[in-house]
């Protein structure tokens, strides 16, 4: 997905709501690459981080995905190591 860092991206979730986020970083792990995004809603922990995973639908289509406790730790554990080595 041709996302740069510090982009503003809307979402829209199952219920139809659009929700804004920034976009830290794509990151890849073992071969998929994931967004690690910030919500811009009021009422967000400043620190509090997002992750998904591109995907692609029955179309082709770029997709995100949620993905599951294991997966979100293995993902956010090769950021901290990728943001670890930046500075």
């Known amino acids: ?15 139809g709501e659009e929700h804004d986020f920034t976009v830290l970083d794509i990151l ?3 071969g998929r690459e994931y967004a690690i995004l910030v919500p811009l ?6 620190d509090e981080v997002v992750i998904f995973r591109f995907d692609e639908d029955e179309a ?14 293995k993902v956010a554990d090769a950021w901290q190591e990728k943001v670890g080595q930046e500075h």
């Open 1 to 15: 997905m041709p996302w740069d860092e510090d982009e503003i991206v809307t979402l829209v979730d199952e219920n």
């Open 28 to 30: 890849e792990v073992e």
């Open 41 to 46: 809603e009021e009422g967000v922990e400043a």
């Open 60 to 73: 082709g289509n770029e997709i995100l995905v949620d993905i599951e406790d294991e997966e979100w730790e």
